[in-house]
Nanobody, 121 residues
């Protein structure tokens, strides 16, 4: 069975940092994109960042560019999201996903259960 497990969420003050991890079990996603999405209460799911598993090309939403960094460790089968200069509007549940697209959540087939990130002002 394929499983994606997020970790590293928590509560942080504005301006602080967190690093999310997404550990993948059961298979590798060579040839896929690995993406991070987030969903705040009452809002739709929003693209945050993505990385191609094999080539390492990265993609970011304008709202996080320059503050967030996505990376992956192929040997550990893990994807990371380093979040710096956090803002209250970054508060959301963050989901790790794997798919054959980049920006649209509809192109992602496998999802983790989410990690809560709360940024206080």
């Amino acid at each position: 069975q394929v499983q994606l497990v997020e970790s590293g969420g928590g509560l942080v003050q504005a301006g602080g940092s967190l690093r999310l991890s997404c550990a993948v079990y059961g298979r590798t996603f060579r040839g896929y994109y690995m993406g991070w999405f987030r969903q705040a209460p009452g809002k739709e799911r929003e693209f945050v960042a993505a990385i191609s598993w094999s080539g390492g090309s990265t993609y970011y939403a304008d709202s996080v560019k320059g503050r967030f960094t996505i990376s992956r460790d192929n040997a550990k089968n893990t994807v990371y999201l380093q979040m710096n200069s956090l803002k209250p509007e970054d508060t959301a549940v963050y989901y790790c996903a794997a798919g054959d697209g980049i920006y649209s959540y509809t192109r992602y087939d496998h999802w983790g259960s989410g990690a809560q990130v709360t940024v206080s002002s």
